[in-house]
């Protein structure tokens, strides 16, 4: 498989086959946003009057809606990594509207998510933009009280299901003391857009109804967005690195997954499963991830974690330094 055997200078060959792909489209951009921001309007339009009907109804345009909150979050994405226009001003207009309907400030967001990939596959630079993880030691090394936190932490209930709705509903309502003034300043924004869409559509809509849409959604598109970006950096094959041997180009194909979804999945999450390709160049637009790995045999060789596999992948909680790998608590023998 290519992430055992591709060594460094390997990687930095790779570079060369992406630079084709960096130039956004106007016109795809353009046809992305219609075919995911117009039926997401639509299918509120239908939940309005369905909701009047019976609110089983609703149900399964909630599960379609929430996929297209995960795609519109995908694009919001796009626009902070500067890849989906050409314009820097399209992409921050376009992302601070998303931000808004995707309950996250664009730019804290994206300076948290910025430094996930100057760090990712780190072991020494740990802890902003990522899943908390530990190394056996650390782990062995902490406190009985702090252990059971850390086991909380990571179990997927509380992971996907409470932590992640909490994030986007709660979490990123708030500022911190560390924060920028730009990044102070999109929270606030953030907020406030959401406030006027809360008070628009209760007015309209009345405030029962918007709730009985929203929150559903959000809380599905959070768990499963969460779960997606879980995925891509743990998994079996996952390598992590010391400070001292972590290479951008080697860990992209090392530290982060090839997802493969079903094609329909695959829609939904905007491409995100070609993560591999996504942190060799975070300028790819996500329009044209796939093209870029069908078109270049090496990217072919990465082993993909399918669907299935993913699930596998909730019981590694700890990273172990001796084999090199991800390990459950079982396996680390705590």
């Known amino acids: 498989m290519i992430q055992q055997t591709v060594t460094a200078g390997d990687h930095k060959n790779l570079l060369k086959l992406i630079k084709n792909y960096k130039t956004p ?53 796009d626009c902070g990594h500067g890849a989906f226009f ?28 910025l430094i996930h990939h100057r760090t990712a596959g780190n072991l020494d630079k740990r802890g902003i933009g990522d899943v908390w993880t ?43 003391k560390d924060f920028s003034r730009k990044e102070r300043l999109s929270v606030y924004f953030t907020n406030l ?27 599905l598109a959070s768990a499963g967005g969460v779960f997606l970006f879980y995925v891509q950096h743990q998994f079996p094959d996952v390598h992590w690195y010391r400070d001292e041997e972590w290479d951008y180009s080697k860990v992209a194909i090392t530290g982060a997954s090839y997802l493969k979804l079903p094609r329909v999945l695959q829609w939904f999450s905007g491409n995100i499963g070609f993560h591999h390709i996504h942190h060799l ?10 093209r870029c790995h069908n078109e270049n045999k090496p990217f072919q060789q990465v082993v993909p974690v399918k669907l299935l596999d993913s699930f596998y992948t909730l019981n590694l909680r700890l990273w172990d330094e001796k084999r090199q790998q991800l390990v459950s608590f079982s396996e680390a023998g705590v």
């Open 25 to 77: 489209s106007i016109r795809s951009s353009l046809w992305q946003i219609a075919n995911t921001f117009l039926p997401y309007v639509g299918l509120w339009i239908l939940m309005i009057y369905a909701i009047q009907i019976s609110y089983w109804l609703v149900i399964p345009l909630v599960i379609i809606a929430a996929g297209l909150t995960a795609r519109l979050f995908i694009i919001f994405h």
């Open 86 to 113: 050409k314009s820097k001003l399209a992409n921050d207009v376009v992302g601070i509207f998303l931000g808004i309907l995707t309950f996250t400030p664009y730019y804290r967001w994206h300076h948290a998510h």
């Open 134 to 176: 530990l190394t056996v030691d650390e782990f062995n090394a902490l406190s009985k009280k702090r252990q059971h936190w850390y086991r909380l932490y990571r179990n997927p209930i509380v992971m996907f299901l409470i932590g992640a709705p909490l994030m986007f509903l709660v979490s990123n309502r708030f500022t911190r």
């Open 193 to 219: 857009g959401l406030l006027v869409l809360l008070l628009g559509l209760s007015l309209l809509v009345g405030f029962k109804t918007f709730l009985l849409i929203q929150l559903p959604i959000t809380y």
């Open 281 to 290: 160049s975070s300028k790819i637009p996500n329009y044209k991830l796939e």
